[in-house]
């Protein structure tokens, strides 16, 4: 069986004890090209975060696989493009994991940064302001920034919103290059079609897990239905939920406690100072 390069044991994720991520149990496959998909405010973003440390569980727990290098493309609306900086500065953030922040580029940086932008198609932007930049321009400059980073597990939140078609296909074609090296890449996706040409695993998720794994039996009519449903019967002011088996295994949504109450705390339930634990 393929080792797991992350691992989610009953994980709840959430903003001020507000779950939007609920019980969420499954392995992700080291070398693995997943879309994550589900209807708006389902908890795709939410997931990314919490893979990532930026969110602490609320319940359960993220493990992921010792040694594994993280590189999170998070959404082009959470990126402030009035910072006055310029393309190459923007790739080179890429780098800080080996050189740091303030750290001093040698040779072979400068020329990574130039074979990035080139792939990307942004040869002779360099100097180019951010702000001067196209919506798909700038997304070309930071799938340039996660080359760079050179990482095992690669996090793309909507990398394909508000871009024209000819770079959505460069960089589907850029995807499906890291796929072809053998690391573990999840998508926030909208376009099912895409998914479906592209894509050999799904995630639905809709606050909680719909369906997992591969794309052609997973993204099927009586599916997306479902989350549709789900979506829809969450009570968007609950503070908490039960766990799957405090429902009997229905797929109905979990019930919740009333306002007021304290949170039932899981079992390895770790608090606001946690982050993601290692696979053991």
């Known amino acids: 069986m393929t080792e797991p390069v992350l691992a989610f044991r009953d994980l709840t994720l959430g903003y001020d004890r507000h779950p939007a991520v609920h019980h969420l149990t499954g392995d992700v496959a080291r070398g693995s090209l997943t879309a994550v998909v589900g209807p708006n405010g389902s908890g795709k973003s939410t997931l990314m975060k919490g893979i990532v440390g930026v969110l602490a569980p609320l319940g359960g727990e993220v493990g992921v696989a010792p040694g594994t290098r993280i590189a999170y493309l998070a959404q082009q609306s959470e990126i402030d493009r009035s910072f006055p900086a310029r393309v190459i500065d923007l790739v080179r953030l890429g780098l800080w994991g080996k050189r740091g922040l303030l750290g001093r580029y040698d040779r072979t940086d400068h020329a990574n940064c130039r074979k990035a932008l080139q792939a990307v198609g942004l040869e002779g932007f360099q100097e180019r302001p951010l702000d001067t930049l196209s919506g798909g321009q700038l997304q070309r400059a930071l799938f340039a920034r996660v080359l760079v980073q050179d990482a095992d ?128």
Do not use: M, Y
């Open 153 to 280: 597990l690669i996090l793309l939140d909507e990398p394909f919103n508000a871009i024209d078609a000819n770079t959505v296909a460069d960089l589907v074609a850029l995807i499906r290059l890291w796929h072809g090296e053998e690391r573990t890449i999840l998508v926030v996706a909208h376009d099912l079609d895409l998914v479906r040409r592209h894509f050999p695993q799904t995630l639905i998720l809709s606050r909680r897990k719909v369906a997992w794994g591969p794309t052609s039996e997973v993204l099927v009519p009586e599916n997306l239905a479902r989350a549709r449903n789900f979506d829809e019967a969450w009570s968007d002011d609950a503070p908490w939920c039960e766990p799957d088996h405090a429902q009997g295994g229905t797929d109905e949504p979990h019930a919740h406690h009333h306002h007021g109450e304290e949170p039932h705390r899981h079992p390895g339930h770790r608090g606001a100072d946690a982050h993601p634990r290692s696979l053991s």
